[in-house]
């Protein structure tokens, strides 16, 4: 069964920074079909569930109250990519808008909901090599 990466907040693990959840019903169908590796870059790069909501800012990614969690950030894209290697994945399915896994479109950085036409710091990073990177509304040709 092939296997593909699934930001665990869409099969219902509590990792989102408000310490939530996301399932996805057509996500989790996917598992007829694929073997789902979850993952959150977030946890993987040291930050906790709650945390304080991130954006990302230039090529910084900032907490709302201004904190730099740039290379928590970018450890999480390594770590999700090293994952990737390891499971032979060549397919990610992500949540969408967020500042890690956002595909296309993620906040602004104003931290006003406001979007702006940018990957997440790990959609660009699996991008960059290859990985080809969904988020939850993009599924259907997975299907």
């Known amino acids: 069964m092939e296997k593909i990466l699934v930001s665990a907040c869409l099969l219902g693990i509590k990792c989102r920074y408000d310490g939530k959840s996301v399932p996805h ?8 079909k694929y073997a789902l590796v979850p993952v959150c870059p977030e946890i993987y790069g040291g930050l906790s569930t709650p945390r ?19 290379e928590n950030y970018a450890r999480g894209a390594e770590a999700t990519l090293a994952l990737a290697e390891i499971t032979g994945a060549k397919i990610a399915v992500l949540k969408a ?15 006003s909901g406001t979007l702006t036409a940018r990957d997440g710091v790990t959609a660009e990073k699996l991008t ?4 080809k990177v ?9 299907l």
């Open 25 to 32: 019903e057509g996500v989790m169908r996917l598992a007829e």
């Open 52 to 70: 304080t909501p991130s954006e990302r800012v230039g090529d910084s990614v900032l907490m709302k109250d201004g904190r730099d969690v740039t």
């Open 97 to 111: 808008k967020s500042p890690s896994c956002g595909k296309g479109a993620i906040y602004d950085g104003s931290f």
């Open 128 to 131: 960059r090599v290859g990985i």
């Open 134 to 142: 969904l988020t939850e509304n993009e599924i259907d040709e997975l």
